[in-house]
C-alpha cells in the first residue's frame, strides 16, 4: 500500500527505546510510520515500563552512541548525552580482615574510554520528543497489539481505556474491561511493514511465530533481583559515593550494584539466587540487615538505613531474569523483530538497551544496502523483494551476533559477583591492557573493551578473545616449562656437584 508518493506505511510495535529508534530511522527515510504502544504516553514519568520500577538506570556505550548518532536527527545525541553520567570503571567495595572497609577502582578501558549512567525513561522521552516533531510519525498510547497475519498485512490493536500498571509476574485483571461493560474497541490496521519491538514477552514474536518456522529457547536464570535506592548526602546533598563508577559488592553467588542518577542518588540491584530472597522473605526483617552486613559490608547502615533498607526490601518486588534466543527474526519482506523481542538476554554486560539499538542501525544498513529506499522508477516495482533480501542478509548476521553476547552475558555475571577480586582476572586483564598499549598494532583488547568501545560484532569479539586467550594460555604453559627446566638443570647441576 504505498502512498501517493511512494513511501509506505511502518508500523512500529513498542515505542522503548529501541523502538522509538527505529521509527525515526524509518521516518527519516520518509516512510509514515504509526507507533503502537501497551503503556500510557512514555513522557509521563508516572508511566510504569513494564517489569521495571520506575527508576531503572541503564548503561549506555558505544554501540547505542553509535546507533543514535546515525538516526540523522541533529541534536539527539547531545541531547541523550548531556543527561548521561561518565562511568570510567568498576569500583569494588569490600572488608579487609582487620574489619576496615576498602574501596578498589578499576578502570574500564586502558585508553581511558567509559560508559555512561542514563536514565531509561529520561532517554526515551529524549526519542520520543523528536518523533512527535515528524510529520509523519503518529503515536498510539494504551494499544496492545491482539493479533497479526503477516500474509495479508494487517494487524488488529486493542484500545485500552486504562495503563496496564502490574509486573509480569503479578498480573491482575483488566482494568479496561469492566463488568457488564463490552470489551474495548478492537481496530484493524494495515501496513508495508512491520517492526517489532515489544520486549521480551513480546507479541510480535508470538504472532510471527504463527507464520514463520521460528527456533525458540527461553531460561529464565536461578536468579532474582530487586532495586533499592541510595539518597543523596545529607545536608548538602551530594553524592554519597563516587559518581563516575559503576559500584559492585561481590558475594561469590551473588552481588549489590549501585549506579549513579542526575539527581544525585543511585539506583542500587540486588541480584540473587531465589533461594536467597525466599529465605530473607520468610525471616524476621533483621536477618536482611545481617546479610547485607555480612555480604555487602558499607551498604547498611552507611548509605542506606536499617528501615529503608527493609522498607525497600519488603515493597520492591523481587523479580525474575529471562534470557531468550530465537531465529529467524523476521517474515517474509513483512515483519522483522528488534531488542529484547528478539534476544533478551540478562544485563550484567550492559548491552541489552545497545544491542537493541544496534539492531536498528544493523537493520537499516541491511535495507540501504539492498536499495529498498532507492526511489527510481526501476526499482521501485520490487521493494518488497530487495526488503526480503535485506530482512534475510539480517536474519543471518545477526543471529550468532545476538547468540554471541547473550552468552557472554550470562558469563560476565561470574565475573562480576566474584570473578573482579581473582588475581588471574587481574593478571590478564593487566596484561591485555600493556599489549593493547604499546603495541596497538596488534589490535590487542579486553573483551570489555571490545563489547563496550567498539562496533566489532559480537560473534567476533568472542572469537578474537578466544583466541587472544589460547595464546595467553599457551605463552605461560611455555614459561612454566622454561622455569621447570631451568630449575630442574639448577638441581642436576647441584646433584652432580656434590657427589
Avoid at 172 to 193: L, Q
Avoid at 281 to 292: G, Q, T, W
Wanted: with cysteine; proline share 6%.
Amino acid at each position: 500500500m504505498p502512498t501517493s508518493n511512494g513511501k509506505e506505511k511502518v508500523v512500529v510495535v513498542g515505542a522503548g527505546p529501541v523502538g522509538a529508534l527505529a521509527a525515526l530511522y524509518a521516518a527519516g527515510r520518509g516512510d509514515h510510520v504509526e507507533v503502537y504502544e501497551l503503556r500510557d504516553d512514555l513522557c509521563d514519568p508516572s508511566t510504569t515500563p513494564l517489569n521495571f520500577t520506575k527508576s531503572i538506570n541503564l548503561a549506555l556505550s558505544e554501540r547505542g552512541i553509535n546507533s543514535m548518532k546515525h538516526a540523522g536527527c541533529e541534536g539527539l545525541l547531545e541531547a541523550v548525552l548531556g543527561e548521561t553520567i561518565p562511568m570510567h570503571g568498576r569500583m569494588i567495595h569490600g572488608q579487609d580482615k582487620s574489619g576496615k572497609l576498602y574501596e578498589e577502582p578499576q578502570a574500564y578501558d586502558a585508553q581511558g574510554r567509559y560508559i555512561r549512567a542514563v536514565d531509561r525513561a529520561g532517554l526515551n522521552k529524549r526519542l520520543l520528543d523528536y518523533l512527535e516533531r515528524m510529520p509523519n510519525v503518529t503515536l498510539y498510547f494504551n494499544h496492545k497489539m491482539t493479533g497479526a497475519d503477516f500474509n495479508k498485512n494487517t494487524a488488529w490493536f486493542e484500545q485500552r481505556r486504562l495503563a496496564k500498571t502490574d509486573h509480569a509476574q503479578n498480573p491482575t485483571d483488566d482494568s479496561s474491561v469492566k463488568p457488564g461493560s463490552d470489551r474495548p474497541k478492537e481496530i484493524a490496521v494495515d501496513f508495508d511493514f512491520l517492526i517489532g519491538a515489544d520486549g521480551a514477552h513480546s507479541a510480535s514474536r508470538y504472532h510471527m511465530m504463527k507464520f514463520a518456522r521460528l527456533t525458540y529457547q527461553q531460561e529464565y536464570i536461578d536468579t532474582l533481583w530487586c532495586e533499592f535506592h541510595i539518597k543523596p548526602r545529607s545536608p548538602d546533598g551530594s553524592f554519597a559515593i563516587s559518581p563516575n563508577h559503576l559500584h559492585i559488592w561481590p558475594g561469590g553467588s551473588f552481588m549489590f550494584i549501585a549506579i549513579p542518577s542526575l539527581d544525585k542518588s543511585f539506583t542500587c540491584t540486588l541480584f540473587a539466587p531465589a533461594s536467597y530472597f525466599a529465605s530473607l522473605s520468610a525471616s524476621p526483617p533483621n536477618e536482611l540487615v545481617a546479610s547485607f552486613s555480612k555480604n555487602f559490608p558499607g551498604v547498611c547502615p552507611e548509605l542506606i538505613s536499617r528501615e529503608e533498607l527493609q522498607n525497600q526490601f519488603a515493597e520492591n518486588p523481587h523479580l525474575p531474569l529471562i534470557s531468550i534466543k530465537c531465529t529467524p527474526y523476521h517474515y517474509k519482506s513483512n515483519v522483522v523483530i528488534l531488542g529484547d523481542a528478539a534476544h533478551a538476554m540478562v544485563p550484567f554486560y550492559g548491552q541489552g538497551m545497545n544491542a537493541g539499538l544496534e539492531d536498528v542501525r544493523v537493520l537499516f544498513d541491511f535495507l540501504d544496502a539492498h536499495d529498498v529506499y532507492n526511489d527510481s522508477p526501476k526499482l521501485a516495482s520490487n521493494r518488497k523483494e530487495r526488503r526480503e533480501g535485506a530482512l534475510n542478509a539480517y536474519t543471518l548476521q545477526r543471529t550468532p551476533d545476538a547468540a554471541a553476547i547473550n552468552d557472554l552475558a550470562l558469563r560476565n555475571y561470574e565475573e562480576m559477583r566474584s570473578g573482579v577480586k581473582s588475581p588471574i582476572y587481574r593478571m590478564r586483564k593487566w596484561l591485555e591492557e600493556t599489549i593493547n598499549i604499546y603495541f596497538p598494532g596488534l589490535r590487542w583488547s579486553t573483551q570489555y573493551s571490545r563489547v563496550s568501545f567498539e562496533n566489532q560484532r559480537y560473534s567476533k569479539v568472542e572469537k578474537d578473545v578466544a583466541r587472544q586467550g589460547r595464546i595467553i594460555l599457551s605463552t605461560v604453559g611455555l614459561g612454566f616449562v622454561g622455569i621447570s627446566a631451568f630449575t630442574a638443570a639448577g638441581l642436576a647441576r647441584k646433584f652432580y656437584h656434590g657427589r
